[in-house]
């Protein structure tokens, strides 16, 4: 795989940080935060950022903090325990008190931004539904960097074998896919996911496209959200 290495995109800043990652996975799976399943959840952690990896995404040193201590947990989990030891902290405490904590920050900075900057009128473009082309039928929640992992996963999945080809110095850049990608949703509005890729794209293609929406969505020129009852995400031009 061939990227021009100013095309990178680092994860840090864009989205999210390990501690979305981790209540992203535990919600997903329905996990009571106080019984965490560290195994299930370590492998999962560690199977998105080899996915982020191959999609030559820059992680962030704070991910693989997080992954070593994921790791360093499940090895302490699987230590047996001796009958006439005493039973210590159970160490998935380690995990669990950070993640209560950094919910209660998250919660309190999104009640913070709800409200204007120091009591004075702030002038910003609110979504607003007619603004957009979307079926008002389904129902539309915002999504961030993993539920668009998780997009482009199955994306990948479904593709046949012969369109799975490596990237070349031909392929086009970002900065072009940006740029078209723009026009697209110039005309539109909105636009689904699956409409911003040909039916037979191969493995180029579709991680252009993906770095494309990280850097769209880092310099706020996107929205994303994702219907409810069929798990489609829609980008929105700000």
Request: net charge negative; glycine share 4%; aromatic share 8%.
């Amino acid at each position: 795989m061939i990227i021009d290495e100013c095309y990178k995109i680092r994860l840090e800043n864009i989205f999210e940080g390990p501690m979305d990652l981790l209540v992203y996975l535990i919600t997903k799976n329905e996990i009571n935060i106080y019984d965490i399943p560290i195994a299930l959840i370590t492998d999962q952690y560690l199977e998105y950022l080899k996915w982020m990896k191959s999609m030559d995404v820059d992680l962030a040193g704070d991910f693989i903090v997080m992954a070593a201590t994921l790791v360093h947990i499940k090895s302490k989990m699987l230590l047996p325990i001796h009958g006439d030891e005493e039973p210590e902290e159970d160490p998935r405490q380690e995990i669990t008190r950070p993640l209560l904590e950094y919910l209660q920050m998250k919660s309190a900075a999104e009640f913070l931004a709800e409200r204007n900057f120091l009591g004075a009128d702030t002038f910003v473009r609110n979504f607003a539904e007619e603004d957009y082309p979307i079926d008002k039928g389904n129902e539309m929640i915002r999504v961030g960097l993993f539920e668009l992992i998780q997009a482009f996963q199955k994306i990948f999945a479904q593709m046949s074998e012969q369109h799975r080809v490596d990237l070349t110095t031909d392929a086009i850049s970002i900065k072009d896919k940006i740029s078209e990608l723009v026009d697209i949703l110039e005309k539109k509005g909105s636009v689904g996911l699956d409409e911003l890729y040909s039916k037979n794209a191969g493995n180029s293609e579709i991680i252009i496209t993906f770095l494309a929406i990280l850097e769209m969505a880092k310099l706020c020129i996107i929205s994303m959200f994702q219907q409810v009852q069929t798990g489609d995400i829609r980008l929105l031009y700000l």
